[in-house]
Each structure stands twice: as C-alpha cells, then as structure tokens.
C-alpha cells in the first residue's frame, strides 16, 4: 500500500501486516484523511511504539474541538454538527486542561481500583447467571449472548439507568460507535444527531427523578459531587453519561471476545490460562496488547513539530495507530505471538498521558472474570465458524464468536 487506506477490505480483514510495512518503510506517513469529506490539510498516521507513546504525552498535540485552532474539528459543516458534536465537545476526552481536569477530578473516584474491587462479586454473579441461562443450549455467540449483555448491564447499573430500558441503549450505543468511526457517512451523522436528542432526553428525566429521590449511582453522584470541585451543567452530565455509557462497555466487549478467540486459537495458552489464575490480569494485557479494541486515536497538532525527521504543522492531524504500536518489534519481543505471562507489557491499549483511559481498571476486571469463568464452565468449547470482524477501524470488535459443546 502506497497510501495507508482504512477502506482496503484485506486491510479490514488483517491489519498487521499492513501495519508491519508502514513502521519499516514509511512509519510517519503523511497520507489522506481517514473520512472522506474531512478536511485534506494535512493528516499523517504513526506506527511506531515511541513515535505514538510520545504525542500521546506531548502538550503540543491536542484533541480540543475549535477553541485551541480557530477552527472545528471534526471538520463538519455547522448545521452538521448541532447536535452530537455539541454533546461530544463535553467528553472528557474533548477537553484540554483545565476543563479537561475538572472532569477528571469528579469522575476519578467513581472508578478506582477500591470502587472496582467491590464490583467484582456483581460482575461474576451477572457472568455467571448469563453461563446459566447459556450453557444448557450448547451454542451460543460469544459477543452477542455473553460478552455484550454483561458489559452493558454492569455499566448501566453504574450510572443508573435501569436494566429493562437496555435494548433501546444498547441501539444508541451502536449508533455511537458508527459516528466515532472514522467510516463515517452522512447518513450515519444525521442518525448520531437523532440519537443524540432520544438519549438526552432519556437521560435528563432520568436526571430529574434522582433529583427527587436519590439513589446510590454515578447520575446521582454527578449532580450531587460539590467540595472544591465546580458542579456540572445538566448538558454536560448528559454527555457523561452517554460518554460513560459508551465507552464503558463498547470496547469491553471487545477485549472479551478477543480474548476468547485468542485462547481459542491457542490451546497451550488456554491450558496456561485454566491453570494458572494469578495470571489473569496479566493474559488480559496481553488480549489488549495484540487485539487493541481501539486501534487508532488522533490528535491536532497545535504547533509545528519534527517527527521521524518529517515536519508536522500546526493544524494538521495526526493519526496514532494503537494496534501497530502495540506489536512493534522494538517495544516487544515476538510482537505477534500470544504470551499470556508477558511481562513488562507497556501496552498502549489504554493510551497514556492525560487522556490514559479512565475505565481501565474496570475494564481489566471484567475482560479478567468474564473470560475465567468462560473457560472454567466451557472448558471442552470450540468455535464453530470463523471470526468475522466489525466493519468499523478506530474500534476493532469481533461481529460474532460462535462457539459450541464438541
Ligand atoms: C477494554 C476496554 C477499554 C479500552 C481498550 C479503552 C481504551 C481507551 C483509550 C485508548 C483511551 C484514550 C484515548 C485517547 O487518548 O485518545 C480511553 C479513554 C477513556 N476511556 Fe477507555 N477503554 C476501555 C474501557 C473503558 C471503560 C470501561 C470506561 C468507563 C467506564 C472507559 C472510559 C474512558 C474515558 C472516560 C476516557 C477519556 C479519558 C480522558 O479523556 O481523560 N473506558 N480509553
């Protein structure tokens, strides 16, 4: 590939030759935006390990919308952008200091590595019901059936949003993932605008109830949070919430039936996995690092910057790909090999520096008891058609994982 093209269907099917080549050859590559229609100024993708770990903790690159460049970003006509980018512009991952840490600061506490911890039980227990319910039948899709409902009702519960209301959820956050993907069509942005007014006004009436009777959640906790730290407005609590919602569980699911997969595929490694439960956080790293579920995340350069001795300018966009840095041979021995006991495992699957994934721990434990408890109760399961993967780039995702008592 001259020109690094997200649409290549054998790119879609296996990116990691594609992204082998560009580190070798041409790891700053300056190449076309990966949405058609955004603007053409400039957009340049890195592959390597340091090149990525380093914008990723340089100031001089952002990902602020408009204010930093006098310019909008995602570069959508205005009437486009009213209202999911309105919405977008207030996730944490939207912001720059200092609003950028007033978030942090209120959400910080609601996902500890303490507040996980107490989680874990609820989490099996949830796990172990859908097991239950799954089992008996014989076959059953790893993502769909398991994976999915899990993530999704553990992070609901957390927020608060009741358990019966998660279908219509579950087709918002879907149209979510379409409108965060760089594959984005303007049919696909006029269903994220329409979504966008459902889910506020879903969640603002939820809002209004814990208002009235508070309950022990993260809507009530937002609304409630004080001390030195400024309340929010209630359209930012909105687009927290379908931030949290979304990022919550999206990519979770992800790492779930990777993970499966990855052990599917080898079964000296799940015979390591099954026998060896001290390993868990560690194999679940290694799921990340070799499946990243987002694969590639961008920046605004704010200031003329030298990189790989190319010169990147202020404006331009830079493309960081997560799932090339993760298997660059510089950063990892035998990068495509599965080592669920590696170690150091410097991954950039959370990403790193200010914007480091605020769900990480959780998404560590439920990746770790989703699949233990997989194994444990399907020990003798094998898939029984092969992985197909979603058509999306930024998230990468099995569509389907079916497996079946052989
Ligand atoms: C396997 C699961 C997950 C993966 C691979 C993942 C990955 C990431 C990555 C790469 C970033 C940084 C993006 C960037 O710098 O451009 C990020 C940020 C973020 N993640 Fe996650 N995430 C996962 C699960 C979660 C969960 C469970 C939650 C919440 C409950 C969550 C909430 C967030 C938030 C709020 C941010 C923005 C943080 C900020 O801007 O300061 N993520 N995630």
Known sequence: MDTFDVFDPLFRADPYPVYDDFRRHDPVHRGRPP?????DSGWWYLFRYTDVAAVLKDARFGRAIGPALDEPHPPVPAAEREPFWDMYAHWTLALEPPEHTRQRALLNSAFTSRVVDALRPGIAARAAALLDDLIPRGRFDVVADYAFPL???????????PQDDLARVKAWSLTIAAVLDYKRTWDVMA??????REFSAYLAEIAAERRARPAADLITRLQTA??????????ELVALCVMLLFA???TTVNLISAGALLLLENPAQLALFRARPELTDVAVDEFLRLHSPIQATTRIAYADCALGGRLIRRGESVTLLLGSANRDPAAFAAPDRLDIARRPNRHLAFGRGIHYCLGA????????????????????????????????????GLQSLHIAEI
Do not use: K, Y
């Not at 949405?35 to 603007?39: E, F, N, S």
């Not at 609901?156 to 949003?161: D, K, M, Q, S, V």
């Not at 997989?374 to 998230?395: D, H, I, K, Q, V």
């Open 35 to 39: 949405t058609p229609g955004d603007h």
């Open 151 to 161: 993530t999704l009702s553990i992070i609901a519960e957390l927020i608060g949003i």
């Open 191 to 196: 269903a994220g605008n329409r979504m966008t």
């Open 226 to 235: 004080g001390g030195e730290v400024e309340s929010l407005s209630e359209e």
């Open 248 to 250: 919550g569980h999206e």
């Open 361 to 396: 721990p959780l998404a560590v434990a439920q990746g770790g008891i989703a699949l233990r408890l997989l194994f444990e109760r399907c020990p003798a399961w094998r898939m029984t058609t092969a992985p197909s993967w979603s058509e999306t780039f930024g998230f990468r």
